[in-house]
């Protein structure tokens, strides 16, 4: 199995986005992450859902867990609000990393030591044509991890 094999359109959105439809994307569509895109055909970062939800929790709550239990139902079903309007460039960490790009030609191993040495949820499969300029590359899809053991375990 290679890469290009492997990989499976995936939503996007970009550093303008709306953080809260990022997160309504997340939770709709159950990813472990989504692909934040800038100009170009290579992703910019991923914005993993434990990042929206660790901006969600108030920073006195995560200093001290205890206080979560002091939080009534009603205030905490409103914590999504904190992200409206806010743009999803706001919620990357400030040390980003670009995310794990493979070559089409991968083998599903390579694909698998890459998520691993990474640490990423999601590998972006990128086509690069030879003799052109990078402005050619092309996004083919996404490769996660869970569609990655799914394969795999195919074989076991």
Do not use: F, W
């Not at 434990?50 to 905490?76: C, F, G, M, N, Q």
């Not at 083998?107 to 690069?128: G, Y």
């Amino acid at each position: 199995m290679r890469a290009r094999d492997l990989a499976e359109e995936y939503p996007s959105v970009s550093l303008d986005s709306d953080a809260l439809d990022a997160a309504r994307l997340l939770a709709e569509q159950r990813l472990p992450g989504v692909l934040v895109m800038d100009k170009g055909p290579e992703p910019y970062a991923v914005l993993p859902a434990s990042r929206l939800v660790k901006l969600l929790v108030p920073a006195y709550v995560i200093e001290d867990p205890t206080l979560a239990s002091v939080v009534d139902e009603r205030h905490a079903d409103q914590l999504c609000k904190a992200l409206a309007g806010r743009p999803v460039s706001d919620c990357l960490p400030k040390e980003r990393q670009t995310p794990p790009v493979a070559d089409p030609d991968d083998t599903a191993l390579e694909v698998a030591a890459l998520m691993a040495r990474e640490r990423s949820p999601l590998v972006a499969v990128v086509e690069h044509p030879k003799g052109r300029n990078h402005g050619d590359a092309r996004l083919l899809g996404v490769i996660t991890a869970a569609h990655l053991l799914e394969r795999l375990l195919v074989a076991a």
